[in-house]
């Protein structure tokens, strides 16, 4: 006796053909319109069956693209923070300088001398400490018996 009932659909909108692309223009920790970065003390703390994974895609995507000419990247932990609230050493890293004019008001100038304007509502990206401890390391201590971490607290961003 055969089953003359349809092939049931999925419900929602088809599988999209570039989910790497739609996933990571929702943003995200460590994704930027050109990169994603994974932290190396998280991925290290991912549970044995992520680790498994994850390395098995790493090496079938570095021997595909492996022979391309990879630079060496730099990554350094940044966060946007407003120009007016750098110290001296930060506007220097951004390209920017502080002066008083001579009506004693604060000026920010860039690296061509012209002046910035509204200083205080530029938002700017520059270094900072890297919020990610080397302790987590050892996170997947704290990884429950199904193989998901337990919330470590605090607020995500």
């Known amino acids: 006796m055969f089953n003359h009932d349809p092939i049931p659909r999925p419900s929602g909108p088809p599988a999209s053909s570039t989910p790497v692309r ?3 223009a929702a ?3 460590g994704v930027s319109s050109d990169y994603v970065v994974v932290p190396r003390a998280l991925a290290e703390a991912m549970p044995l ?4 994974h994850f390395t098995h895609l790493l090496a079938e995507f570095h021997r595909t693209y492996g022979h391309l000419n990879w630079p060496i990247y730099r ?3 940044s966060r946007y923070e407003k120009l007016a ?3 001296e050493e930060q506007l220097a890293e951004v390209g920017a300088i502080m002066e008083i004019d001579s009506d004693g008001s604060l000026v920010y100038r860039d690296r061509s001398g012209r002046k910035i304007e509204n200083a ?3 938002t700017v990206l520059v270094s ?3 919020p990610i401890p080397a302790e987590y390391a050892n996170a997947n201590q704290s990884t429950p018996p199904r ?3 337990a919330p470590l607290g605090g607020e995500r961003r």
Do not use: A, K, N, S
């Open 22 to 24: 739609d996933y990571m």
């Open 128 to 130: 900072c400490l890297d």
């Open 27 to 29: 943003g995200g920790p």
């Open 85 to 87: 609230d750098l110290d």
């Open 120 to 122: 205080e509502d530029r």
């Open 75 to 77: 990554v350094v932990p």
């Open 147 to 149: 193989g998901f971490p």
């Open 49 to 52: 069956p992520w680790q498994q």
